[in-house]
């Protein structure tokens, strides 16, 4: 089946640094990927909507510019979180529509970031 | 706008035995899909089964199946058989095809199995 490879899976880092996450769809193409963000024994809230060549949709309540999204190829969206803080700390995920009538989504495997 | 209700916060099945979690939704749309997904300690995102709102058939992958009431706007996963490795987070989705094919997640139930 389609994977996607989020990395890092893990990252600590100090409050008013930047951190890159990556989302990688490894065996199709993704022209649009999702971000989320799940805090503890919650759901999975969606943060963005990730489009590749254009701007990225976000959902209300989500800052555009503490959580900057880029998605420059098929394959390869970011989510940096700028200016970290430790509210910040959180469990986010991307996960992209498959290419056959986008019916399912394939999930990356997350990354915990520890703001300290 | 889609919402996801899953009523049950945690449940419990001792092995072997079979559970059932409940899922409601609220939409105005005829055309969709829902979607149940295991989330383990590991957290990652595993997809359990799907249904497409247009087959009045109800899915059934191995151990699991659904039963889907359409009018009702209801999608319970029905786990047989319940091994410990069934231990997880359950999160029911709605999907809307004419909005970017986003999900719309239920706030989860945790199934413990019980040897």
């Not at chain 1, 890092?8 to 880092?13: A, G, Q, T």
């Not at chain 1, 254009?54 to 390869?76: M, P």
């Not at chain 1, 995920?93 to 990356?108: D, K, N, V």
Request: aromatic share 12%.
């Amino acid at each position: 089946g389609a994977v996607v490879s989020q990395h890092p899976s893990r990252v600590i880092c100090k409050s008013g640094t930047s951190v890159k996450i990556e989302c990688r769809s490894l065996d199709f193409q993704a022209t649009t990927m999702f971000w989320y963000r799940q805090f503890p024994k919650k759901s999975l809230m969606l943060m963005a909507t990730s489009n590749e060549g254009s701007k990225a949709t976000y959902e209300q309540g989500v800052e555009k510019d503490k959580f900057l999204i880029n998605h420059a190829s098929l394959t390869l969206s970011t989510l940096t979180v700028t200016s970290a803080h430790p509210e910040d700390s959180s469990f986010y995920i991307c996960s992209a529509p498959s290419m056959a009538g986008h019916t399912e989504a394939f999930f990356g495997q997350g990354t915990r970031l520890t703001v300290v | 706008a889609q919402t996801v209700t899953q009523s049950q916060p945690e449940m419990s099945v001792q092995e072997a035995e079979t559970v059932t979690l409940s899922c409601t939704y609220d939409t105005s749309e005829n055309n969709y899909y829902l979607f149940w997904y295991k989330q383990p300690p590991s957290r990652q995102m595993i997809l359990v089964i799907r249904q497409e709102a247009y087959k009045q058939q109800n899915a059934t992958e191995n151990r699991f199946s659904v039963n889907f009431q359409k009018a009702a706007k209801s999608f319970s996963l029905k786990i047989s058989d319940s091994q410990l490795g069934d231990t997880a987070m359950y999160f029911c989705a709605f999907m809307n095809p004419r909005v970017s094919y986003q999900l719309t997640f239920g706030k989860g139930t945790k199934l413990s199995v019980i040897p």
